[in-house]
């Protein structure tokens, strides 16, 4: 099999297609430049590696991988409202789509649990080990009564009432 050496600017090229916001999809690029998938898909992967954001499936951005919405929120964290909308010129997205996305990376652990449920849950905790140990406490007494039985026995013998 014959092995082809592509440029840097050919490959620099193909990245750009594959990011935002022409999104192009791997097959769709392979059938257009007639470079194959396998290849596309490193170059893409290096890109992805590199810190660059490349969905490269022809999707809708409200489609992308979280990985790649939350390194856009991450990317404009720190933006102004103007920059922030140049932002998503080029990368093809809204603002709106961002801080739904940014809202959606705050929440992502869930709640916080209030100390209450906590105070509830060392309450049962303690009654039931204090359950535990009366429970011991009569296993113990019962034992202690049959041993106890078992050496009268041996000593005097077994009587029978009458």
């Known amino acids: 099999m014959k092995r082809i ?86 990368k093809g997205v809204y603002p709106m789509q961002v801080a739904q996305w940014r809202l959606a990376c705050e929440r992502a652990n869930g709640e916080a649990e209030s100390p209450k449920v906590d105070t509830t849950q060392a309450q049962r905790i303690c009654e039931l080990e204090r359950a535990l140990k009366k429970k011991e406490e009569a296993l113990a007494e019962a034992a202690a009564l049959l041993v106890l039985r078992k050496k009268a026995e041996a000593i005097w013998g077994k009587e029978k009432e009458e």
């Open 5 to 90: 050496r592509y440029t840097t600017e050919q490959r620099e090229w193909a990245v750009q297609q594959m990011m935002p916001p022409l999104n192009r999809a791997v097959v769709e690029l392979a059938k257009a430049t007639g470079i194959t998938l396998v290849t596309l898909r490193t170059w893409q992967a290096v890109a992805r590696a590199e810190g660059r954001i490349v969905p490269g499936d022809g999707q809708q951005s409200d489609r992308w991988s979280s990985h790649d919405k939350f390194r856009i929120v991450l990317e404009t964290a720190v933006l102004s409202e103007a920059e922030l909308s140049a932002y998503c010129r080029t």
